[in-house]
């Protein structure tokens, strides 16, 4: 066994070792809250559907009504980042007249797969989530995202610095935001709204599917989904973190091997669809869409990257696009658009056919309706 291989494991039990024993204490102290379900946004193709949810000690959040004070922020937050995971738990799911039951991990979280028994319900769609053991039987309703066929291309974007103002390249910056402000307060890029609901609608109404690939941790689920109703930015499943510790994890799995994982999944869930890439200059997402490209020539059918970053970075960024526009590369020539504006991404994608004229008028129109803005 490796040294890395022993470290990691050692950690993992004194992790399990110290949730059981606050586990134990809590369920003496009676402090134990009422278990719940936290399902997470599923995708789905042909043959079947798949979802994450969690399982937690019930909490009382803010609803996307509530206008939360400073303090009630920084207090929400610190209860989406210190929740109770209940390990273990089974899990029963119903989907289209079958059931199946799945066990959650150490953390509370569990994964569900199952197949279809009849032809795709396109759209949105539901999955029925209960516990096992509970005596209610209370169910939990679960959305799965299943494109329609119309779909001419999907969307794989990133969240932080690219639709969410985050600071994220500082470290003290984006705490601040993440803390001080709320699913309201938090403010989109100028124009973001109107290009990704552009993006979905394609050129007439071809309901394109959009996915949310993040290193957000799973606790900021409910935060990043309340935030995109309110500005209007449509939805569509979330791929986050879990930055616990597992017997073969020590540390969460960086940024880049996390978003070309989901990546990968994404390319082979729907193997007859091509997909636009957004993400921003902060976090090595030029680096990582190029590597997709590499592996999926065929796939995409361009990237757009926001300029969040100092000159320097930005050189680095504007070498990457002259490489992946030389035809005949590895890269063929996919087109990587570095800007600062999403007007300026969404003249891109009209110029190629990705969305209509009308729309590039309505993006202008936001941007320019929301320019001063700032999560400052």
Do not use: C
Not at 63 to 68: F, K, T
Not at 170 to 179: E, K, W
Not at 281 to 298: C, F, L, R
Not at 317 to 335: D, S
Request: aromatic share 8%.
């Amino acid at each position: 066994m490796s040294l890395k291989s022993l470290l990691t494991q050692t950690a993992f039990r004194g992790e399990t070792s110290f949730d059981e024993i606050r586990q134990l204490l809590r369920k003496r102290l009676k402090l134990n809250g009422r278990p719940q379900i936290v399902p997470y946004f599923g995708f789905g193709n042909e043959h079947g559907i798949q979802l994450r949810a969690r399982v937690l000690e019930a909490r009382e959040m803010s609803s996307i009504e509530s206008d939360d004070s400073i303090w009630e922020n920084v207090w929400r937050t610190y209860q989406r980042i210190n929740s109770h995971e209940i390990p273990h738990a089974v899990v029963r799911a119903h989907f289209e007249g079958q059931s199946a039951e799945f066990t959650a991990d150490e953390e509370g979280y569990v994964t569900i797969t199952m197949p279809r028994s009849g032809p795709a319900q396109h759209g949105r769609e539901t999955v029925q989530l209960e516990l096992a053991d509970s005596p209610t039987k209370s169910q939990t309703p679960a959305v799965v995202f299943t494109p329609n066929p119309g779909a001419t291309f999907g969307v794989i974007s990133d969240i932080d610095d690219t639709i969410l103002q985050s600071k994220a390249t500082s470290y003290v910056q984006a705490a601040h935001l993440m803390f001080t402000k709320n699913h309201r307060t938090r403010l989109p890029f100028a124009g973001v709204a109107a290009f990704y609901r552009a993006l979905q609608r394609g050129l007439g109404d071809a309901s394109n599917p959009l996915f949310y690939v993040s290193s957000s941790p799973w606790n900021l689920f409910d935060m990043l989904t309340d935030f995109m109703e309110i500005q209007d930015i449509p939805h569509g499943p979330l791929f986050l973190k879990d930055y616990g510790i597992t017997e073969t994890t020590l540390i969460s799995s960086g940024h880049g091997i996390h978003k070309t994982t989901q990546i990968d999944l994404l390319l082979a869930t729907y193997p007859e669809l091509p997909f636009v890439l957004l993400g921003d200059s902060g976090q090595k997402d030029p680096e990582i869409y190029a590597g997709v490209i590499d592996k999926h020539p065929d796939r995409i059918q361009a990237i757009y990257i926001r300029d969040v970053t100092s000159e320097q970075r930005d050189r680095e960024v504007e070498a990457l696009v002259k490489t992946t526009a030389r035809h005949g590369t590895a890269r063929h020539g996919v087109p990587l658009v570095f800007t600062a504006t999403s007007l300026q991404a969404a003249e891109h994608a009209f110029s190629i056919g990705l969305i209509d004229g009308a729309a590039v008028d309505q993006i202008a129109k936001e941007t320019s309706d929301n320019r001063p803005q700032t999560s400052e």
